[in-house]
């Protein structure tokens, strides 16, 4: 089978800027891709580009097999797309938004309207179904422009960092309708700034770096290159951390940190439940009192610093696109 | 389903949304409804009271012009509002639909339209309440209504085409006070131009407002020797001026609309 989505070489520039670099994708049918990174890494211009509203400066691309650029306007009713900033309608209704939606996708009056009550229960939207969407909630605005995304079944979909400004209910109900959407054959590439949603929800996840896609694999191969899991030590006295930093110090595969403040030790680590309970016993047998243990995925920024040696900060100062 | 089809049905869906706005809007609704009303009566008693014409009732003459300056006032709401989308993610959503992308521009100017008549209808109503008169036949008078709506549609792709060169609210309506004030009162709206001094009084005599104006005015019969018709081209033969005016506008500023909405989107 083809893939899905396929980019080579993307670039596009703004002014001096460079917001993609040569951005390649491959992205196979009915399955989920993570395009991690921080703000300015070049994501949402990618998905600005593979969804018709940009025009790449050099490079190629092709959605369900229709070039982004030559088959624009036929790819459009193959797709669809939820961005960063809800795309709906202050004035309209809930309902009025999503029935419009599925007009524009010619879906005609009767299933436009179905359709839109449809999405609306599955989003929890219904008792707010018949009002403005000016007295909605950032939550209710971020799930009504999902839906939006979903009216004409389309499939491949894009989700630009979908779960911003979304409560851990919405979030888990997002997860929950991208989790059967794949499992019904819909392709799906999604940007995030949290690997622990791409680890979640994708199968393959990028890291895009200054435009350009800087490790590729599922979410274990890149745990593994940057050291798997951290297991993390907070003990009662910051005494006792010099003696954790050397206890635990065999099990580390990295640098070991020492958070004097926070009274905390972080060890990378590879399997990280046997790696934490030889940490808790080896802490037991030297007798020092642990107030909290527990393992954690690596953050986007430790991601970052050990494939770039640079923290994902200075990327913020840059344009969003 | 053809291509045409299709457009012709997208743009009654957006020209649907606008109009749903519109009714939800207090201050859209206001510039469609209350506007128009209080320009009819502030102009016709505060000027209507203090000027008299010999053989010809000046709240009369009045009226056609405030039909036209209430069309070139209200536009600018729907070009403010079309900046405001522009702002917005609402576009974006749109691009990337299967949808025609003339829709959103014939849908916008199709419910302008309908604003357009809807703001007629009540100036005429309150205009007659308040002494305004058709002296002519009634198919000259819907021609006189058909040609004030023509110039409305045509002049809101004006609007449209400004809203999405600028792009930003505030400058849009900074811009489009500075312009629409004079293209108002730089006309025959509520002076006699030949009156005017030189400069003035040519501007006043080529401006398309004016051209608009008399045509209305002749067509509803609100003409006297009083204010006799200037010797200028375009407002002798104002019907057909009108006419070429709005061909002219329609011409040059429907794929200019057209051209600057792609770029205004693909930012």
């Keep these: 089978m083809p893939p899905a989505i396929t980019a080579e070489g993307l670039v596009k520039k703004y002014g001096d800027t460079v917001a993609l670099d040569g951005m390649d994708l491959s992205v196979p049918e009915g399955t989920v891709f993570g395009l991690l990174g921080p703000n300015g890494a070049g994501k949402t211009t990618t998905v600005r580009i593979l969804t018709t509203l940009l025009r790449p400066d050099a490079g190629r691309a092709a959605v369900a097999g229709f070039d982004v650029v030559a088959d624009a306007d036929r790819l459009r009713a193959h797709i669809g797309v939820s961005g960063q900033y809800a795309a709906v309608d202050d004035h309209l209704t809930g309902a009025e938004n999503l029935e419009m939606v599925g007009r524009l996708y010619h879906l005609g009056a009767k299933r436009s309207r179905r359709r839109a009550r449809e999405l609306l229960e599955r989003f929890d939207l219904t008792d707010a179904a018949d009002r403005p969407v000016q007295g909605y909630s950032g939550g209710m605005r971020r799930r009504l ?89 907070t003990v009662e006295s910051a005494v006792d951390l010099e003696t954790v930093r050397r206890t635990l110090a065999p099990l580390a595969i990295g640098d070991v940190q020492t958070d004097a403040v926070a009274s905390q030790v972080t060890i990378p680590v590879v399997n990280g439940a046997a790696a934490l309970t030889a940490a808790l016993g080896r802490l037991a047998a030297e007798g020092v009192v642990v107030r909290d243990a527990g393992l954690r995925r690596p953050t986007l920024d430790e991601v970052f610093l050990t494939l770039t040696g640079h923290h994902t900060v200075e990327h913020t100062k840059e344009s969003v696109r | ?61 009045m009226i056609p012009g405030i039909f036209v300056q209430t069309i070139v006032m209200s536009a600018q709401i729907t070009g403010y509002t079309l900046t405001l989308d522009l702002q917005k993610g609402i576009f974006d959503r749109f691009r990337t639909l299967p949808m025609a992308p003339s829709a959103v521009l014939t849908g916008q100017t199709l419910s302008d339209l309908i604003t357009n008549l809807t703001s007629i209808v009540v100036m005429a109503l309150v205009g007659l309440a308040v002494g305004w008169r058709i002296h002519t036949s009634p198919h000259e008078a819907v021609l006189g209504f058909v040609l004030l709506l ?37 006309s025959n709206a509520f002076v006699d131009s030949a009156r005017l001094p030189g400069p003035l009084r040519a501007v006043a005599e080529w401006n398309p407002v004016s051209t608009i104006i008399q045509a209305a005015r002749e067509l509803f019969g609100n003409t006297g020797s009083a204010m006799p018709v200037p010797d200028a081209w375009p407002l002798q033969n104002a019907v057909t001026a009108s006419l070429l005016w709005s061909a002219l506008l329609l011409i040059v500023f429907v794929p200019l609309s057209t051209r600057l909405y792609k770029r205004a989107v693909s930012q």
């Design chain 1, 145 to 233: 422009d999902l839906a939006g995304a979903l009216v004409a079944d389309p499939p491949v979909l894009f989700l630009d960092e979908p779960t911003t400004g979304l409560d851990p209910r919405a979030r888990t109900t997002l997860w929950d309708v991208v989790a059967e959407l794949v499992a019904g054959g819909t392709t799906v590439l999604l940007t995030t700034q949290y690997l622990e949603e791409a680890d979640r929800l994708a199968e393959t996840i990028a890291v895009v770096d200054h435009g350009r896609v800087i490790a590729l694999g599922t979410a274990d191969q890149l745990k593994d290159r940057i050291g798997g899991d951290r297991i993390q030590v």
């Design chain 2, 1 to 61: 389903m053809s291509t045409l089809r299709f457009a012709l049905a997208d743009g009654m869906t957006i020209a649907k949304r606008n109009a749903i706005k519109i009714k939800r809007a207090p201050d859209l609704l206001g510039g469609v409804v209350i506007l128009p009303i209080v320009f009819v009566l502030l102009f016709a008693y505060v000027f209507g009271s203090m000027i008299d014409l010999p053989g010809l009732s000046y709240r009369e003459y």
């Design chain 2, 150 to 186: 023509l110039f409305a549609y045509a002049f809101s792709w004006v609007t449209a085409a400004v809203a999405l060169a600028l792009r930003k609210p505030e400058v849009f309506n900074n811009l489009a006070t500075i312009v629409s004030m004079p293209l108002v009162f730089l």
